[in-house]
């Protein structure tokens, strides 16, 4: 029998934090992440690969020091990560236990009192095809050609204050900072990357003064969603490039957006005092969201990042120490824990990027 007849399915959970891999039924799912632990000086980031089973283990890590990592994807044999101080690293994970650093990029900026190295803007990465999006905080959105994994080149970039954003086809859908010099709200802004040597924007909604913050948008069923920081979450309809508009709405306060499965919208609610929740969401008619259920996790709080494989939920939670949840999402109004990683560290681990991707192996 053939290394590829034993692999039948292989795939990658990547934790910007810990890595794991998982065994469901006669599936392998692998991941890769990272964590950041203090040796006493000095914190020394890790890139851990972990295997479940019946609960998770670890079977292979990568030490590296190019920063706290943020973000991860997956696309064929490669993970792209996203370091906190605007660097991209990128792993060959055809081996997990081995993962492999291929190539780097990082941009030189200027630093200011503003725009600090370890600024609140994290960074976040999509990838489509041979092209990166790099979503740099105080630097903008930049756009790299990864034909070549071994040497990125950057194309392109937008230049202004990013947050987190969304890709389909070729349109970014991304928050912004807006430019008034007291902002009671952000900008949801559309540009086109055709070409992406020259980003253009088409059109953009301005909440700088009517009020409201954007947060985590998401594209789905021709549609996105967004979290109104503190408010709702609201449906854009962004059919016209040159025209989204607002069209409906419904009011979970104090709630982030963390990931769509088919038609629900999955979020995250901190309460003071209390465990976080999940609210879900039902859009499968995007112009009439609806709350239908509220799951009451065991933790303080949850990590704003999530992924599903089949009907599996992996997500980060912490309380004293954090961890990686496995929920049962079959019933969506009777979600169950099926498993979690107790971290092995202390509690200043924390997880900040969670994604899975299968790659079918014959």
Not at 52 to 79: H, M, N, V
Not at 103 to 130: C, H, M
Not at 209 to 225: A, D, L, N, R
Request: hydrophobic share 40%; glycine share 8%.
């Amino acid at each position: 029998m053939t290394g590829k007849q034993r692999r039948k399915n292989r795939g990658w959970i990547i934790l910007a934090v810990i890595i794991l891999a998982s065994c469901l039924n006669f599936n392998a799912a692998t991941t890769l992440a990272t964590k950041k632990e203090f040796d006493g000086q000095n914190y020394q980031n890790n890139a851990l690969v972990e295997n479940f089973t019946q609960s998770l283990q670890e079977i292979g890590q990568y030490r590296e020091r190019y920063g706290y990592p943020i973000d991860i994807k997956i696309q064929g044999e490669l993970a792209f990560m996203a370091c906190e101080m605007g660097g991209l690293l990128i792993f060959n994970v055809s081996d997990p236990t081995e993962p492999k650093l291929v190539g780097t990029f990082d941009e030189e900026r200027d630093v200011s009192y503003k725009n600090d190295w370890s600024s609140n803007l994290a960074p976040s990465i999509k990838v489509q095809g041979e092209l990166v999006i790099l979503g740099d905080g105080y630097n903008g959105l930049l756009f790299i050609n990864i034909s070549n994994p071994k040497k990125p080149v950057l194309l392109g970039k937008h230049q202004a204050v990013v947050g987190g954003f969304a890709i389909a086809g070729n349109y970014v859908y991304v928050i912004v900072q807006g430019s008034a010099r007291y902002n009671k709200g952000n900008v949801f802004r559309i540009i086109d990357f055709s070409d992406p040597t020259k980003p253009v924007v088409t059109a953009e909604i301005n909440r700088t003064q009517t009020g409201g913050f954007y947060t985590s948008p998401i594209f789905s069923k021709g549609y996105v969603f967004s979290a109104l920081l503190g408010r709702k979450v609201v449906t854009i309809n962004v059919s016209d490039p040159y025209n989204p508009l607002e069209v409906a709405s419904v009011n979970i306060t104090g709630s982030r957006l963390m990931a769509t499965k088919n038609d629900f919208l999955f979020l995250y609610k901190f309460r003071i005092g209390e465990n976080a929740t999940i609210e879900i969401i039902n859009i499968s008619n995007p112009l009439v969201p609806e709350h239908i259920t509220t799951y009451e996790t065991a933790y303080s709080g949850l990590e704003n990042d999530i992924a599903f494989y089949d009907f599996k939920v992996f997500i980060g939670a912490h309380s004293s120490q954090s961890k990686i949840i496995v929920l049962n999402i079959s019933d969506i109004k009777n979600i169950t824990t099926i498993s979690e990683l107790k971290s092995p560290l202390d509690i200043r681990m924390s997880i900040a990027s969670i994604t899975l991707s299968i790659e079918q192996q014959i």
